[in-house]
């Protein structure tokens, strides 16, 4: 069974800075067929699209609201996509959560989340 674990978050003022993992595992799961994305839900909002990184780690993709502020990373040989934010709002509370995509049809598992809750 696939299984996708988030881990990092918690609570961080203004300006400060988490670093979220998420780690694969299962017998069947080959990590490099995955493209990975971070996605996070706000209190009282939709969930949006956050970072993505190819297979292969070549290409990534931000949201505007986000970029210049967090980088997206993967480490193939330990199954692990990680998520750096730094300069972090209070419009960055969420749970986020990752997604593996495979490559050459539309297999998706998620993660089941971690919160991160900027205040001051």
């Known amino acids: 069974q696939v299984q996708l674990v988030e881990s990092g978050g918690g609570s961080v003022q203004p300006g400060g800075s988490l670093r979220l993992s998420c780690v694969a595992s299962?017998?069947?799961?080959?990590?490099?067929?995955?493209?990975m994305y971070w996605y996070r839900h706000p209190p009282g909002k939709e969930r949006e699209l956050v970072a993505s990184?190819?297979?292969?780690?070549?290409?990534?993709n931000y949201a505007d609201s986000v970029k210049g502020r967090f980088t997206i990373s993967r480490d193939n040989a330990r199954n692990t996509v990680y998520l750096q934010m730094n300069s972090l709002r209070p419009e960055d509370t969420a749970v986020y959560y990752c997604?593996?995509?495979?490559?050459?049809?539309?297999?998706?598992?998620w993660g089941k989340g971690t919160l991160v809750t900027v205040s001051s």
């Open positions: 997604k593996a995509r495979r490559n050459y049809d539309t297999l998706e598992y």
């Open positions: 299962g017998f069947t799961f080959n990590f490099n067929y995955y493209a």
């Open positions: 990184i190819t297979s292969g780690g070549a290409l990534t």
